[in-house]
C-alpha cells in the first residue's frame, strides 16, 4: 500500500509573509484531504535580521518578539493540526515542527556568548539539535574534511511524552559525531 | 494551554477555579499567593477580568485564540497552547530581562478561564488568520 502523501514547498520573502502562511495552515484549503503533519522551517535567522541585519553587539529589541511570535504561532499551529489529525484517526499525528536557526553568536569562538534569540526559541521548541563545527585535529587526524558535533538538548529530551515515541528503542542516542570527507561521503559515529 | 508554568502556578489556577466555582469570590489566601507568583501583574490581570476583557475567538475550522482588551482599549491577540502576547511587556519583562512568568493578558487569560469569565465570539477563518499573524490591526 502507497502512503502519498503531498509536500508543499513555500519560499515566503519576508517574516510577515511567513506569518501570514503559518497563520493561514488551519484554513480550509490547506486541511483538506489532510491536514500536514509536519512543518519545516529553513533558515529561520533569515526572517528575523533587524534592519541592517543581525549582529552579536546589539539585537534589535523586536527582534526577540518576532522570534517569539514566529515559534509560538508554529506551536500553535502544530497543537490545532493534531487535534485535526487525531478528529480524523490519521495515523500522521502528531504534527512536528523542525525549524533551522544559524546562530551569529560563537562565530568568533567565544564558547561564553549565548544567543538571545537562541534563549527565546528555547521557550517554545521542546528539543534543540545543535550542530557544532569541529575546528580541532581531530579532522586532519582522521583525513576528513569537517567534523561536526551534533547533541541534542531542551526539556523535551527528559519529558517521557518525547520517549513514547521511542518505545522500541530505550535510552535513545542524544550525541553522535558527523565526518564528512572529501569525497562528500557522510558518516555518523554513536558518541 | 500546555503547561509552560511552574506547578505552583498551575495549582494556584486549579485552587481558584474551584474555589470561585463555589463562592464566586477569589478568598484572600489566594489573592496573596497570586500577587506572590505573579507580582504586580496579579492586579492588572485581576482588573482586566473584571471588565470582562477576555474573549475566545473560534472560527468555523476549529481553530481557537485569545483577545484582551487592555486598558488603553488595544487588543491583543494570544495563543491557546503557548505563551505570546505582542504587548511591550511580554517582549521586555518576560523575553527580556525574563523578570516575569506572563504579562498581564497572559495571566488575565488564565483568570477568566478559572473564573469563568471568557467572553465568547465568532470569526472567520480568514479573520482568523489575520489576527494570529498581527496582520490585523484590530
Same mark, same amino acid.
Not at chain 1, 490547506?30 to 526572517?47: A, G, Y
Not at chain 1, 493534531?82 to 533551522?100: D, H, K, M, N, W
Not at chain 2, 503557548?82 to 521586555?92: E, I, L, N, R, T
Given at each position: 500500500?502507497?502512503?502519498?502523501?503531498?509536500?508543499?514547498?513555500?519560499?515566503?520573502?519576508?517574516?510577515?509573509?511567513?506569518?501570514?502562511?503559518?497563520?493561514?495552515?488551519?484554513?480550509?484549503?490547506?486541511?483538506?484531504?489532510?491536514?500536514?503533519?509536519?512543518?519545516?522551517?529553513?533558515?529561520?535567522?533569515?526572517?528575523?535580521?533587524?534592519?541592517?541585519?543581525?549582529?552579536?553587539?546589539?539585537?534589535?529589541?523586536?527582534?526577540?518578539?518576532?522570534?517569539?511570535?514566529?515559534?509560538?504561532?508554529?506551536?500553535?499551529?502544530?497543537?490545532?493540526?493534531?487535534?485535526?489529525?487525531?478528529?480524523?484517526?490519521?495515523?500522521?499525528?502528531?504534527?512536528?515542527?523542525?525549524?533551522?536557526?544559524?546562530?551569529?553568536?560563537?562565530?568568533?569562538?567565544?564558547?561564553?556568548?549565548?544567543?538571545?534569540?537562541?534563549?527565546?526559541?528555547?521557550?517554545?521548541?521542546?528539543?534543540?539539535?545543535?550542530?557544532?563545527?569541529?575546528?580541532?585535529?581531530?579532522?586532519?587526524?582522521?583525513?576528513?574534511?569537517?567534523?561536526?558535533?551534533?547533541?541534542?538538548?531542551?526539556?523535551?529530551?527528559?519529558?517521557?511524552?518525547?520517549?513514547?515515541?521511542?518505545?522500541?528503542?530505550?535510552?535513545?542516542?542524544?550525541?553522535?559525531?558527523?565526518?564528512?570527507?572529501?569525497?562528500?561521503?557522510?558518516?555518523?559515529?554513536?558518541? | 494551554?500546555?503547561?509552560?508554568?511552574?506547578?505552583?502556578?498551575?495549582?494556584?489556577?486549579?485552587?481558584?477555579?474551584?474555589?470561585?466555582?463555589?463562592?464566586?469570590?477569589?478568598?484572600?489566601?489566594?489573592?496573596?499567593?497570586?500577587?506572590?507568583?505573579?507580582?504586580?501583574?496579579?492586579?492588572?490581570?485581576?482588573?482586566?477580568?473584571?471588565?470582562?476583557?477576555?474573549?475566545?475567538?473560534?472560527?468555523?475550522?476549529?481553530?481557537? $485564540?485569545? *483577545?484582551?482588551?487592555?486598558? +488603553?482599549?488595544?487588543?491583543?491577540?494570544?495563543? &491557546? /497552547?503557548?505563551?505570546?502576547? =505582542?504587548?511591550?511587556?511580554?517582549?521586555?519583562?518576560?523575553?527580556?530581562?525574563?523578570?516575569?512568568?506572563?504579562?498581564?493578558?497572559?495571566?488575565?487569560?488564565?483568570?477568566?478561564?478559572?473564573?469563568? $469569565?471568557? *467572553?465568547?465570539?465568532?470569526? +472567520?477563518?480568514?479573520?482568523?488568520?489575520?489576527? &494570529? /499573524?498581527?496582520?490585523?490591526? =484590530?
Amino acid at each position: 500500500m502507497s502512503d502519498r502523501r503531498k509536500q508543499l514547498f513555500s519560499y515566503p520573502r519576508t517574516v510577515e509573509e511567513l506569518l501570514q502562511q503559518v497563520a493561514s495552515l488551519h484554513e480550509p484549503t490547506n486541511t483538506s484531504p489532510t491536514p500536514p503533519s509536519l512543518i519545516i522551517v529553513d533558515r529561520l535567522e533569515s526572517f528575523l535580521s533587524g534592519p541592517g541585519g543581525s549582529s552579536q553587539s546589539g539585537f534589535h529589541p523586536g527582534e526577540r518578539s518576532c522570534a517569539a511570535h514566529i515559534a509560538a504561532l508554529l506551536c500553535d499551529t502544530a497543537a490545532f493540526l493534531t487535534q485535526v489529525l487525531e478528529q480524523r484517526g490519521s495515523s500522521s499525528a502528531p504534527c512536528r515542527i523542525i525549524a533551522s536557526f544559524l546562530s551569529e553568536v560563537n562565530a568568533g569562538g567565544d564558547p561564553s556568548g549565548t544567543d538571545p534569540i537562541l534563549d527565546v526559541l528555547d521557550r517554545y521548541f521542546q528539543v534543540r539539535c545543535t550542530l557544532d563545527q569541529d575546528s580541532g585535529y581531530e579532522a586532519t587526524a582522521a583525513a576528513v574534511q569537517e567534523v561536526w558535533h551534533i547533541y541534542l538538548s531542551g526539556r523535551g529530551i527528559t519529558d517521557p511524552s518525547f520517549t513514547e515515541d521511542y518505545n522500541d528503542r530505550p535510552g535513545v542516542a542524544q550525541e553522535w559525531k558527523l565526518f564528512i570527507f572529501p569525497d562528500g561521503l557522510m558518516e555518523f559515529k554513536l558518541v | 494551554m500546555r503547561s509552560f508554568l511552574p506547578a505552583v502556578a498551575e495549582q494556584l489556577f486549579q485552587d481558584i477555579q474551584k474555589t470561585y466555582q463555589e463562592a464566586s469570590q477569589i478568598p484572600n489566601d489566594l489573592l496573596i499567593a497570586l500577587k506572590f507568583v505573579f507580582g504586580s501583574c496579579a492586579l492588572q490581570a485581576l482588573d482586566l477580568v473584571d471588565q470582562h476583557s477576555v474573549t475566545c475567538l473560534t472560527a468555523p475550522s476549529g481553530r481557537k $485564540a485569545f *483577545q484582551v482588551t487592555g486598558g +488603553s482599549g488595544r487588543l491583543y491577540t494570544c495563543f &491557546l /497552547s503557548c505563551h505570546y502576547c =505582542p504587548c511591550p511587556a511580554f517582549a521586555y519583562s518576560v523575553l527580556r530581562r525574563n523578570d516575569g512568568l506572563v504579562c498581564k493578558h497572559i495571566l488575565a487569560v488564565y483568570l477568566s478561564q478559572a473564573m469563568a $469569565a471568557t *467572553q465568547q465570539e465568532s470569526v +472567520s477563518d480568514q479573520q482568523m488568520s489575520l489576527l &494570529l /499573524s498581527g496582520t490585523m490591526d =484590530p
